[in-house]
């Protein structure tokens, strides 16, 4: 009888306990049919391609608004009058402003790359922009913020990104007309979309000329919805390894679900790649003075959850005016960071693999015989069960501290109408790590990719 017809005809098997049992308990599989399908989203196929190598990196929301420490919409959501807000520039002084201590802030909180608001609704710009009075180098701090971020970043060959909002709240030219995330009609501009896009497309030159190797643009409110690929080819001729998103003037690369609002279950091997962006503030993307934060178990589990499914992920902060990341934040990160160095080989070279079990409290990746357990979901118990796994794996480890995982092969009351005995993973230490997540390391024999063929 070959492998596949007697996993079909064995329809009981016997209970198997232990640490690193090797024998295999093989039964009838559970009917997969209607199980979603996980796959790899496509890969780009050039300089790219980074995106899919490095899958965390860190999101910086920083500009005139952190003076006010209330939230980076702060001129519309506090209806500041525009001759108000411009006043702020006369303040911008970010004096300890050091692009080394956010770069090593990240590499200790595991994040691989950085994207920074260049310039966010209120139109100030962080670079040396011959286009606009409204920047940096027209302020008491008279430095080319970019400059010394893409310095930083090339030393250490870490890949830099840039936000770029389209709405503008102080550019004459853009046409505010109290549409979402615009402000009302302002009397004394002159409203003329064609001059304000030779404007943006100027910026746009600017930003991808005169700083070194950028590895990405992402675009922010298209208000007007307004279509035109000349841009983002621009963009991806003078910088051929930026990888851009899809709010700017086409469908770009990836898709930016926010805050883990318009969340899909899965992703599809056909659809757009993905990087979700999350915040560690409730509140604020930029720096605000008394913010509330996430927990680090709520912000873990949406990083687990993206990562386990081919996404990427950008985790906020908001710098305070002097360039500071608030110790909060920098804590929150720190906390993540632990996790995520113990937990990073279940992310790298890995197949997507969810479909492989019924279980959909728990996510699955896969390298040649080695399965990853995902308990993305806060555990309901100190037992996870693999239905519909009958094998019991050589070894298992939970690698946020490296200990050994107890496991059995067991027929459970639940399962009497298939008769079956299935992969228990049992008496996990769900309390010692509530406020993270854990990531478990099955180690198979190789006839894990024979076992597999079988039961989808």
Not at 12 to 27: A, R
Request: proline share 5%.
């Amino acid at each position: 009888m070959n492998r596949r017809n007697f996993i079909q005809s064995v329809a009981y098997s016997t209970l198997i306990t232990g640490l690193g049992s090797s024998i295999p308990i093989i039964g009838r599989s559970a009917n997969t049919s209607q199980m979603s399908l996980i796959g790899k989203s496509h890969r780009f196929g050039d300089g790219r391609d980074w995106f899919f190598e490095k899958r965390y990196g860190m999101f910086v929301h920083w500009g005139l608004y952190s003076i006010l420490g209330w939230h980076e919409q702060h001129q519309q959501r506090a209806r500041v009058p525009r001759a108000e807000y411009v006043k702020l520039a006369q303040r911008w002084n970010p004096i300890n402003f050091d692009p080394e201590r956010w770069l090593d802030l990240m590499e200790e909180a595991g994040m691989e790359y950085i994207t920074v608001t260049m310039k966010h609704h209120d139109g100030f710009c962080l670079w040396d922009t011959k286009q606009t009075q409204f920047n940096t180098m027209n302020t008491p701090y008279r430095k080319d913020i970019l400059g010394m971020l893409s310095d930083a970043c090339h030393k250490r060959n870490m890949p830099l990104c840039l936000y770029y909002s389209i709405a503008d709240w102080n550019h004459p030219n853009y046409p505010n007309m109290g549409r979402h995330h615009e402000l009302p009609v302002q009397s004394q501009d002159s409203p003329d979309w064609q001059k304000y896009m030779e404007f943006l497309k100027a910026q746009v030159k600017e930003l991808c000329t005169n700083y070194g190797e950028i590895h990405g643009f992402w675009w922010d409110m298209n208000v007007p919805e307004y279509e035109d690929k000349s841009i983002n080819n621009m963009i991806r001729k003078l910088q051929p390894k930026a990888v851009i998103n899809n709010r700017g003037f086409d469908e770009g690369d990836y898709g930016t679900p926010e805050r883990d609002f318009n969340e899909k279950n899965y992703i599809s091997s056909d659809s757009q790649p993905v990087e979700a962006c999350q915040s560690v503030g409730i509140e604020s993307w930029g720096y605000r003075t008394n913010e509330d934060y996430y927990t680090q178990q709520h912000l873990i589990s949406s990083i687990d959850r993206y990562l386990a499914r081919d996404a990427n992920y950008l985790l906020n902060v908001g710098p305070d005016s002097l360039g500071v990341i608030p110790e909060k934040s920098a804590s929150i990160l720190r906390g993540i960071g632990q996790w995520y160095h113990s937990v990073k080989e279940s992310f790298e070279d890995v197949e997507f693999v969810s479909h492989l079990t019924t279980n959909k409290n728990v996510m699955l990746t896969k390298n040649k015989n080695v399965l990853y357990v995902h308990l993305y979901k806060v555990p309901q118990g100190n037992v996870v069960k693999l239905k519909p796994f009958t094998i019991a794996p050589l070894d298992a480890v939970l690698l946020n501290d490296g200990s050994k995982v107890d496991f059995e092969v067991e027929f459970a009351p639940q399962d009497h109408n298939e008769q079956q005995s299935y992969l228990r993973l049992i008496n996990l230490p769900v309390k010692a790590y509530c406020n993270s997540v854990l990531v478990l390391k099955l180690v198979f024999d190789e006839s894990l990719e024979e076992y597999i063929s079988a039961i989808v």
